[in-house]
């Protein structure tokens, strides 16, 4: 289990947000990789989504993966603390709200968890335990890229071939660094290959901000190649 990385809880809303999609017309089948303690799979379900999220701590139990949670709370406060100029609490009116909804969102997926075991699948990319085409689209939050001093540069080409294996479309977001939202030097260089390979590749525009300017979400499609605006 990769232990560098905090194990965080957003909720649906922000999900919504900043994976630019309509909360009334989701997809069928959607897969939400590195979900950890996300509450999206809870309320997309309830929503009609055949909704399921993967993450290699679900092989804790309840309890250890709450204090990982709460141990990346603290974690990421301070990360916000020192680079609170690059912060902006804009979108969700304060940072009370934010703590709010992401508490919300902990409870949620803990008891979603409990009722619906079946929906949370203890995996890693870059090999995921799913077949080929099972969802009609995969999200990843807050893991790709926003760790690329942990991850590589050849493990991110194995992971987005591998997202692209079990979804023809794949949101990710953000793609800046966490902490002061640098910009990853290897992305356009990923990006390129993707473009190469005959894939999609559309950054799109999102009302969703918290790390100031990064605010677009990165949408690929299987095969479709096409590129809205290049990087
Ligand atoms: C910052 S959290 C994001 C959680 C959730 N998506 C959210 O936005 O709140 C990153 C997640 O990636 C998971 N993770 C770490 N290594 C992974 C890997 N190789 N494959 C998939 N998930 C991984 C961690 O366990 C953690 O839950």
Redo the contacts with the bound molecule.
């Keep these: 289990?990769?232990s560098d990385?905090?194990?965080?809880?957003?909720s649906f809303d922000?999900?919504a947000a900043f994976f630019a999609l309509d909360p009334n017309a989701l997809p069928p089948r959607i897969i939400?990789?590195?979900?950890?303690?996300?509450g999206f799979t809870a309320e997309a379900n309830r929503r009609g989504s055949r909704a399921v999220a993967?993450?290699?701590?679900y092989a804790l139990e309840a309890e250890a993966l709450t204090e990982r949670v709460r141990a990346?709370i603290t974690r990421g406060q301070g990360m916000i603390d020192d680079n609170h100029v690059r912060y902006t609490y804009a979108w969700y009116g304060s940072a009370e709200q934010r703590t709010r909804l992401r508490a919300a969102?902990l409870a949620d997926f803990l008891a979603d968890r409990q009722d619906h075991p079946e929906r949370y699948v203890t995996?890693?990319?870059?090999r995921l335990p799913f077949d080929d085409d099972s969802f009609d689209l995969a999200l990843?939050?807050?893991?790709l890229f926003?760790?690329a001093d942990v991850?590589d540069e050849a493990w991110h080409d194995a992971?987005l071939a591998e997202l692209l294996r079990i979804a023809p479309e794949v949101r990710i977001f953000p793609f800046a660094l966490r902490g002061a939202g640098d910009a990853i030097e290897f992305v356009p260089r990923v990006l390129d290959r993707l473009r190469r390979a005959g894939h999609g590749v559309e950054v799109r525009a999102t009302a969703y901000e918290f790390q100031v300017d990064v605010k677009d979400v990165l949408v690929l499609t299987r095969g479709a190649a096409q590129s809205s605006k290049s990087r």
Aim: glycine share 8%.
């Design positions: 289990m990769q990385v905090m194990v965080t809880s957003r922000e999900y939400d990789v590195s979900a950890g303690a996300a993967v993450d290699p701590t990346g969102a995996g890693a990319l870059p990843c939050s807050h893991l926003t760790w991850f992971a």
